[in-house]
């Protein structure tokens, strides 16, 4: 059974920083794709970062382009999403998933096999 637990969301000033962390256990995690999600009260879940299974290869939705970084680290089955320069509009319980079968980058959920419980975040104005 595969597991992915999500932490290291909270509350944060606008223009402060979080490390999100998603801690894999039950199969090979090295070997395929992982991604972030979000979804904020009353919306839609939306894509936010992906990354390939070797950690080479990354993608981001253009909202958070440049502010958002996905790292992983298959040693420690672990993938990361550093957001840094927060607005009140990243607030949204994250979540991060895996594939059965995608090792390359992808941002369409469906491609996504197994997911985390979220974690909040939430940015102050």
């Known amino acids: 059974q595969v597991q992915l637990v999500e932490s290291g969301g909270g509350l944060v000033q606008a223009g402060g920083s979080l490390r999100l962390s998603c801690a894999a256990s039950?199969?090979?995690?090295?070997?395929?794709?992982m991604g972030w999600f979000r979804q904020a009260p009353g919306k839609e879940r939306e894509f936010v970062a992906t990354?390939?299974?070797?950690?080479?290869?990354?993608y981001y939705a253009d909202s958070v382009k440049g502010r958002f970084t996905i790292s992983r680290d298959n040693a420690k089955n672990t993938v990361y999403l550093q957001m840094s320069s927060l607005k009140p509009e990243d607030t949204a319980v994250y979540y991060c998933?895996?594939?059965?079968?995608?090792?390359?980058?992808?941002?369409?959920?469906?491609?996504?096999?197994?997911w985390g419980q979220g974690t909040q975040v939430t940015v102050s104005s």
């Open positions: 998933a895996t594939s059965r079968t995608i090792f390359r980058t992808t941002a369409r959920a469906y491609e996504y096999d197994y």
């Open positions: 039950g199969r090979t995690f090295s070997s395929y794709a």
């Open positions: 990354i390939n299974w070797s950690g080479g290869s990354t």
